[in-house]
C-alpha cells in the first residue's frame, strides 16, 4: 500500500513535471508591452503619418484627372492614334473609373467588442485579411471588371494585409464594415459567392454570428481610380 | 493520516489540472502562428504607412512632371510614349524582364495559400508575378480550387512543383520572404511535407 502511493506520487510529479517543461518549451508569440505614454507617441506618429497619406492619395486622383486632361487637349491638337491606346491601358491597370450593374459584399466584424479593444488577432469575430483576400479572389475568378474595398480600387498588384488587428489594402487603413463592390456579371459573381465550399471559414463564422456578411445586387455601382502608385522601375521590356 | 493523503492527492491534482490548463492555453496561441496573416505591431505598422507615403510622393513628383511635359507642346507627344511604355511593362501585354526570385513549392498545395503567396510578394515591392508561366495582371482570372483539389488559374490547371516569379528588388523579396513569421515560414507549418525553395535571380523574363 506504502510503495502503491509512493509509485503514484512518482508517476504524479513525472507528469507534472513534463506538463511544466512542456510548458516553458511552447514558443507561444509575447504581447508587446509599453509604457503607456510610449504607446500613446507611437499612436500620434501613426495618426500624423495616416492624414499625410489621405492627402497624398487624394492629390493623386487629382493630379491624374489634370493629366488626362492635358492628354485630351494634346489629342485634339494632334490627332494622335496613340490616345485610344493609352486610354485601353488605363482601363486595364485601373486607372478609370468604371460604372454599371455587379454586387454589394458586406462583411463585418462580430459587435461584441471594438476593433481596437481587441488585443488578439486571431479573434473569431473579426475579419481577417486572408477573408477580404478569398473573396476578392472569388470575385476576380469570376471575372469582375472592377472591385473596390472601402473605394480602394483593387488592382492586380494591390496587397490585402493585416498588421495587427488592422487590415490594410494598397497599404491604406480601411475600417469595418468592410464594403467590397465589384462590377461585372452580377449572377455568376453571386454563384460563386453563395458557394458555402468556396468561402468555408467565412460561412462557419457567420452561421456562429461571429461575423456578418451580406450581399446585395446593385444596378449602378461607381469604382473610381486607383489612387496608389505604379511603380515599374525593375521592368524591362524585352525587344523584339 | 489519511486526512493528510487526501490533501496530498487534492493538491497535487489541482496542480495538475491547472499545468493542463495552461498547456491547452499554450497550444491556442502556438496555433494562432499557423494563421495565414502573419502578426505584426505598431513598429511595423509606422514602417509600412512610412514607405507608403514615400512611394506616393514619388508617384505625384512623376505625376506632377507629366502634367508639365503635357503642358508643353514640344514634348507633350514624348510624355505621351512613355507613359505608354510604362503601362506596357505593368499590363502584361508585352514580355517584361528584370531581376527578382523565383521559388518553387514541391507537394501539397492549395488555393488559399497561392492567393497568400501572390499577395505576399505584391506587398513585399514586387512590381511583376508569375505562376507557372502565366502572369498575374489585371484581366487574369483568380485562382479557383477543382473538385480533386487541383488549383485553377484563368483556365490552366497548375500542378506540382509550383514555380513562382517575381521581378523586383530581389534582395528585399528574398528577406522577406524567408523572414521569421513571413509567408515561408508559415507555409512549412501548414504543410509540413511540402519543398520550399527561393533563389535569387539577376534576370527572370516573363511573357
Excluded at chain 1, 473610381?224 to 521592368?235: A, H, M, P, R, W
Excluded at chain 2, 483539389?149 to 528577406?175: D, R
Amino acid at each position: 500500500m506504502k510503495r502503491s502511493f509512493v509509485f503514484t506520487f512518482m508517476m504524479t510529479g513525472l507528469l507534472a513535471g513534463t506538463l511544466l517543461t512542456w510548458q516553458f518549451l511552447s514558443k507561444a508569440p509575447l504581447e508587446l508591452n509599453f509604457p503607456s505614454d510610449e504607446v500613446k507617441a507611437k499612436e500620434d506618429l501613426l495618426k500624423s503619418y495616416l492624414d499625410e497619406q489621405s492627402y497624398l492619395m487624394s492629390k493623386i486622383v487629382s493630379l491624374r484627372k489634370e493629366v488626362e486632361s492635358a492628354q485630351e487637349k494634346v489629342e485634339s491638337r494632334t490627332q494622335t492614334s496613340n490616345f485610344s491606346v493609352l486610354e485601353g491601358f488605363k482601363k486595364d491597370l485601373g486607372l478609370i473609373e468604371m460604372t454599371g450593374p455587379g454586387l454589394e459584399i458586406t462583411i463585418d466584424d462580430g459587435h461584441l467588442l471594438t476593433r481596437a479593444e481587441r488585443t488578439e488577432p486571431s479573434d473569431t469575430n473579426l475579419v481577417q485579411a486572408s477573408d477580404l483576400r478569398d473573396i476578392v479572389n472569388l470575385l476576380s475568378a469570376a471575372k469582375a471588371d472592377a472591385i473596390s474595398i472601402n473605394d480602394q480600387r483593387i488592382i492586380a498588384n494591390s496587397p490585402i494585409s493585416s498588421v495587427g488587428t488592422t487590415i490594410l489594402v494598397n497599404n491604406s487603413h480601411i475600417s469595418p464594415p468592410f464594403v467590397i463592390n465589384a462590377i461585372g456579371d452580377s449572377d455568376l459573381m453571386l454563384q460563386r459567392l453563395l458557394n458555402k465550399t468556396l468561402l468555408p471559414d467565412i460561412y462557419a463564422r457567420r452561421a456562429k454570428s461571429n461575423i456578418g456578411f451580406e450581399i446585395a445586387k446593385k444596378s449602378g455601382l461607381i469604382i473610381g481610380i486607383y489612387n496608389g502608385d505604379l511603380k515599374s522601375n525593375y521592368l524591362n521590356l524585352v525587344k523584339k | 493520516m489519511i486526512l493528510e493523503r487526501k490533501i496530498l492527492i487534492l493538491g497535487t491534482a489541482t496542480l495538475l489540472s491547472f499545468f493542463v490548463v495552461i498547456q491547452i492555453n499554450s497550444f491556442d496561441n502556438v496555433n494562432d502562428t499557423l494563421q495565414r496573416d502573419s502578426k505584426s505591431n505598431i513598429f511595423q505598422e509606422i514602417k509600412i504607412l512610412k514607405e507608403k507615403n514615400e512611394d506616393l510622393k514619388s508617384e505625384i513628383s512623376d505625376l506632377e512632371s507629366a502634367v508639365g511635359q503635357l503642358n508643353d507642346q514640344g514634348k507633350a507627344l514624348n510624355a505621351i510614349q512613355e507613359e505608354i511604355t510604362e503601362y506596357t511593362k505593368l499590363s502584361g501585354k508585352a514580355s517584361v524582364f528584370g531581376p527578382g526570385v523565383t521559388m518553387t513549392i514541391d507537394g501539397k498545395f492549395s488555393t488559399p495559400w497561392m492567393i497568400d503567396m501572390v499577395n505576399e510578394l505584391f506587398n513585399s515591392g514586387a512590381q511583376a508575378v508569375s505562376v507557372n508561366g502565366i502572369r498575374i495582371v489585371n484581366q487574369t482570372a483568380g485562382f479557383d480550387t477543382l473538385p480533386k483539389g487541383q488549383i485553377l488559374l484563368n483556365g490552366s490547371v497548375l500542378s506540382s512543383p509550383y514555380t513562382v516569379n517575381a521581378i523586383g528588388e530581389a534582395t528585399t523579396l528574398f528577406s522577406l520572404i524567408q523572414s521569421p513569421g513571413g509567408i515561408f515560414d508559415r507555409l512549412k507549418k501548414a504543410f509540413p511535407a511540402t519543398k520550399t525553395n527561393i533563389t535569387t535571380k539577376d534576370i527572370i523574363q516573363m511573357d
